[in-house]
């Protein structure tokens, strides 16, 4: 990979800038059958873009390179050819394109579908693929994209090396044909106007599992299973036609020749734990994993184990589970946050873990550290303390770093996650170290409607809507101000995404607890949002509010900033995507505007891209507006820095 940071002048470089530019890489997919051909994501370029590896000759040559970036990209379980998608400057909306994994010209992989927003992609031993596709016309559609329309590209496997002039990567033998391959048409196999997406398709290529909210309820999904013509094999679905809020998920099929065995995810025990459903055979097999938290897992690849991924608190681990064991065995890993984690044909685990002290790094169970970026490292930030505050729906569980020297009250920023359905972890992340390198508390809640925390708190979220987070989000305010920890003169709300929605409806309906306000692409007007965004959001809004904007015109009006933006007094910041389908620029355009008409004070920062940028200096460039225009809004105070001048050297 090119080292880009060696162009960065690292001692005159602030620190938490060196952590947006320090080189990093996701854990590395790998080809299922050519296990030494591995595809990862790096911003070593100073983009994130799509990276093809080959261990066994070391070679890395950068597969993708466009000014907005690229992430979503998956290899042929062959190890021949790359499929990634390809959207238009951030706006998620395109098509799957193809390029030889030795390198070569990039090629439509689906001639004859048209854009869309993916739903979830499945990719077979014989060229054969599904794909999901989502739109405002049609709904979800899935599509069989027959082997003969993949093999024609699979033939030109052996193009050049890399644009850096590296000798090409040998390629996998292509599939012969004694007549030229003739062009077939993709088959729909699924339409739907609910949200729906590909899961998985079987080792044999003659199962396919589909996740579906046929029956209205976006957060909870069905399972079915269907041959290639679209025939049904089984259903499975614990809403028992959306009367119950139970969800299912695919984790994938047995990666065994012959076996139908399906790893599921469900919901039965009140959190996300798995079993093996046989489609086929019409059995279910419960897994004696009982521990506390979530519970996920995906197959070892010879399906003889399964490698689990356990979250609890804001922390994860790795177990080792075989079917018919008593319980499972543990994986060593450090204490943090495991991201992701793959089990290697050789019984090893590669995972990708970092703290919010230590940078992230992908380890193997063998002790070595699998890929490690060239170029300067990450500086450390501090640990979080956790917290846990008594609220109106339970106890709250929030994570707070605080600047190693000085004494409280700080000036503090309460950042708050995306989602709804997430939650914030004991990870690294470079936008809360840079708010602590400049004299901040951070406080990030897990509040009601978060993941890792039980179906019943996730489920939380309904009708009041926006207005439920807040009420967690004020208790764990005031214990901030009470315990000594924040200057309730200095208190910043912020967050990207549903943390930016909250943050402008949390300005508007408690005006006199918040200070200042930074919201990143946020929903500020929630009717026009719900109907500029993408058709599964749609869907999810549909859920969270019960209806329409036409059919609980009160709940849309209840939970929306638009709605309280007169009573807003602190000042706000806000920046937004002009190509986002989640949170389009119009609805944000309708707040500014409401601001602007009452001379509120507030600034607006448009950018070229959609939901977040994957360009390194455009996040710095946002993160360093935030700093700038916190650091001449907020009230200096009697605590520790910022005053001014501890935050001004540090910029």
Avoid at 489 to 499: D, I, K, P, Q
Wanted: charged content about 25%.
């Amino acid at each position: 990979m090119e080292d880009m940071s060696e162009s960065q002048n690292v001692s005159t470089t602030p620190e938490w800038e060196q952590r947006f530019r320090a080189p990093r890489v996701s854990l590395p997919d790998w080809a299922e059958d050519a296990p030494d051909r591995s595809l990862f994501v790096s911003n070593a370029t100073g983009t994130y873009e799509l990276y093809a590896w080959d261990r066994a000759s070391g070679h890395q040559r950068q597969v993708t390179d466009r000014p907005n970036g690229t992430t979503d990209g998956v290899l042929t379980p062959d190890g021949s050819a790359i499929w990634w998608f390809n959207d238009t400057d951030g706006d998620e909306f395109g098509v799957w394109m193809r390029q030889p994994f030795g390198g070569g010209e990039d090629e439509p992989a689906a001639p004859g579908l048209a854009p869309s927003y993916p739903a979830g992609l499945a990719i077979g031993r014989d060229g054969t693929a599904v794909i999901g596709r989502s739109t405002d016309e049609d709904g979800t559609t899935i599509h069989l994209v027959p082997a003969s329309v993949a093999a024609s590209v699979a033939a030109e496997a052996g193009g050049p090396g890399g644009a850096d002039g590296a000798e090409a990567v040998q390629p996998v033998e292509p599939v012969q044909h004694a007549e030229p391959v003739q062009p077939v048409e993709p088959v729909e196999i699924y339409r739907h106007r609910e949200s729906a997406g590909v899961g998985d398709l079987s080792h044999d290529g003659t199962l396919i599992a589909l996740e579906h909210t046929e029956h209205g309820d976006a957060m909870h999904s069905a399972l079915r299973v269907v041959r290639p013509d679209g025939s049904t094999v089984a259903e499975l679905d614990d809403t028992e036609g959306g009367t119950k809020e139970l969800g299912l998920a695919v984790l994938g099929f047995a990666p065994v020749a012959g076996d139908s065995r399906l790893l599921v995810g469900h919901q039965r025990r009140g959190r996300w734990e798995p079993m093996i459903w046989d489609p086929v055979a019409g059995t279910e097999t419960a897994l004696p994993v009982d521990l506390p938290g979530d519970v996920g897992a995906e197959w070892y690849p010879d399906g003889s184990a399964l490698l689990i991924e356990h979250g609890f608190e804001a922390r994860s681990e790795l177990w080792r589970y075989e079917p018919g064991a008593a319980e499972p065995v543990r994986v060593d890993t450090p204490p943090g946050t495991v991201s992701g984690a793959t089990a290697r044909p050789d019984g090893t685990v590669e995972y990708l873990w970092s703290s919010a002290a230590q940078p992230p790094v992908v380890r193997s169970t063998s002790g070595a550290v699998v890929l490690d970026p060239p170029g300067a490292k990450a500086p450390a930030s501090v640990p979080v303390e956790d917290v846990w505050v008594d609220g109106p729906g339970g106890r709250i569980h929030a994570l707070v770093q605080k600047p190693a020297a000085g004494d409280g009250p700080f000036p503090t920023i309460f950042e708050i996650h995306g989602g709804p359905t997430w939650h914030d972890s004991d990870a690294f992340a470079s936008g809360p170290a840079a708010w602590v390198d400049h004299g901040f508390a951070v406080v990030r809640v897990n509040y009601r409607g978060s993941t890792g925390y039980g179906r019943a708190w996730t489920d939380a979220l309904k009708h009041r809507v926006g207005l439920i987070e807040l009420e967690d989000i004020a208790a764990v305010r005031d214990w901030s101000v009470k315990s000594g920890l924040a200057d309730p003169a200095r208190l910043v709300l912020a967050g990207g995404s549903w943390g930016g929605y909250l943050t402008l409806l949390g300005l508007g309906t408690q005006p006199d607890a918040w200070a200042l306000g930074l919201a990143a692409v946020p929903v500020a007007d929630y009717v026009t949002a719900y109907h500029d965004e993408m058709e599964a959001l749609k869907a999810m809004d549909r859920t969270l509010l019960g209806g329409t904007p036409e059919e609980v015109p009160e709940r849309f009006e209840a939970s929306s900033p638009l709605t309280y933006v007169d009573a807003v007094r602190a000042p706000v910041y806000i920046s937004a995507g002009v190509n986002d389908p989640r949170c389009p620029i119009r609805q944000v355009e309708n707040y500014v505007d409401r601001l602007a008409a009452r001379g509120a004070v507030h600034e607006v920062y448009r950018y070229d891209a959609g939901h977040g940028s994957l360009v390194v200096e455009e996040r710095v460039k946002q993160v360093r507006l935030e700093l700038d225009f916190t650091l001449r809004h907020l009230a200096p105070g009697s605590g520790g820095a910022p005053d001014g001048t501890e935050g001004a050297r540090r910029a």
